[in-house]
Each structure stands twice: as C-alpha cells, then as structure tokens.
C-alpha cells in the first residue's frame, strides 16, 4: 500500500445511525486532515491532527468526531447524521511545516469515502 | 483572511489547444501553492507544487507560474488532450503549522475531440 487509503469508498446510512471512515498514510507524514466536499463548492476543512494532536477545528458540529490515534491513522466517527452532511470526505496529509524545519509541506489526498444520509 | 479565486469556474477547448487556468490570492505571505486535479467523484491528485522562493515548475506539458506580489498563479497546459478533461484546483499554504491550507473552488475543463 502506497499513498494515503480511505475505507469505505461508499457508504449509505441512515440517520440514526453510527459508522466510522477511516484513513491511513502510508508517506511518513505527521499531520493528518479531513475536507468535506460538497457540491459545487470549495473545499471545506473540517479537523487537522499534527503530531497525533488536533491543532484546528473549524467549529464543525459535533455529530462529527475525529480520533488520530498515531501518526498514520485518522477516524472520523459519524453519528446521527443529517441529510445535508452528505457529501464525499476527503483524507489528506502533509508533513507539519514549523515542527519539522524544512520540507515542501506538499498535500497529498486519498480517493475520498462518498457518503449519502438517507 | 487568505481568499483563494479561480477564474473561470469552467472551460471549454477543442483538443490539441495551449490553455492557462488561473488562480490568485490575496495574502502574498505564502508558504508554498499546489496545484491540483480531480475526476468527478475521485480524490485530488498532485500535480505541481511551487515554493514560495520559486517562480515555476514544470511537469510533462504542464508549467506553473508564480508571481507573489500580484497574488497570482497560472497553471499552462500544452496541447490539450480529452484525458486532460477534470476540475483543476488550486491550494495556498500560508506561513504557519500544518492548518493554512485555502482551496479556490476549481475550473471545470472540458477538452473536446
């Protein structure tokens, strides 16, 4: 495995329900992200992880729950969704620019976990 | 607030065409800007990453600039083919830890036959 691998690549739910996706880097990186991409707008940064430890979080409601348990695993944990959360969410990673000195900070994405709230 | 625009939000070029997308930004104090490619429904992937001391990089038939203090970015695509038919996005990282990272809302380029 190379790159960075998010499972599932589909998922349905309904609204009562509780399900996890899931995200590994495979690139030795130390920060961790997930976006939200909706239709037809930008890219929506919704939790980063530097060093296992959550540096931002852009007031996303708390139906979404983060867990970076090491530096090559991130969750995001999902629990009673609306049907406006649907969307596909990305995983990315980087290496953290001002704990590590020099490095090109380039972002690299997984293939994305499209998810639909029924 | 670093603000990210891609100008058009979509394009359409017969094959074989030289094309430049756009994308500027507001804040010059960057730490580096990405370009980007997405499929419909797929992740992004990588395609040229400018560091804030460069003025360009190239990679096959694409080249992008950067010019810093007019907030600009051009990303220059020779040739154009229908593979190279996605949503081009462009990223400005700014000078801090790992969060900075604004995304433009992308240009849908279609490539005809």
């Known amino acids: 495995e190379t790159g960075v691998t998010q499972t599932p690549r589909h998922l349905v739910m309904g609204m009562t329900n509780k399900k996890s996706l899931k995200c590994e880097q495979h690139?030795?990186?130390?920060?961790m992200y997930w976006y939200k991409q909706s239709a037809k707008k930008p890219l929506e940064l919704m939790f980063v992880?530097?060093?296992?430890?959550?540096?931002e979080n852009n007031s996303v409601p708390s139906r979404f729950s983060p867990e970076c348990p090491n530096s090559s695993h991130l969750f995001l944990h999902l629990h009673t969704l609306q049907p406006e959360d649907s969307a596909l969410y990305l995983c990315?990673?980087?290496?953290?620019?001002?704990?590590?000195?020099?490095?090109?900070?380039?972002?690299?994405f997984g293939e994305g976990s499209r998810l639909t709230v029924l | 607030k670093q603000e990210v625009t891609q100008i058009p939000a979509a394009l359409s070029v017969p094959e074989g065409e030289n094309l430049v997308l756009n994308c500027s930004f507001t804040?010059?104090?960057?730490?580096?800007l990405q370009w980007f490619r997405q499929d419909p429904g797929k992740g992004l992937t990588s395609l040229l990453l400018?560091?804030?001391?460069?003025r360009e990089q190239t990679s096959g038939r694409l080249n992008a600039s950067l010019d810093k203090s007019s907030g600009r970015s051009t990303l220059y695509i020779a040739a154009s083919q229908p593979g190279d038919s996605a949503t081009y996005l462009c990223?400005?990282?700014?000078?801090?830890?790992?969060?900075?990272?604004?995304f433009g809302s992308g240009t849908r380029l279609s490539i005809r036959p």
């Open positions: 990315a990673s980087s290496q953290d620019l001002l704990r590590t000195g020099t490095n090109t900070g380039e972002l690299f």
């Open positions: 690139l030795g990186h130390n920060a």
């Open positions: 992880y530097s060093l296992e430890e959550r540096v």
């Open positions: 804040d010059s104090a960057i730490y580096n």
């Open positions: 400018i560091q804030s001391s460069q």
């Open positions: 990223a400005v990282r700014g000078y801090s830890s790992a969060s900075k990272i604004i």
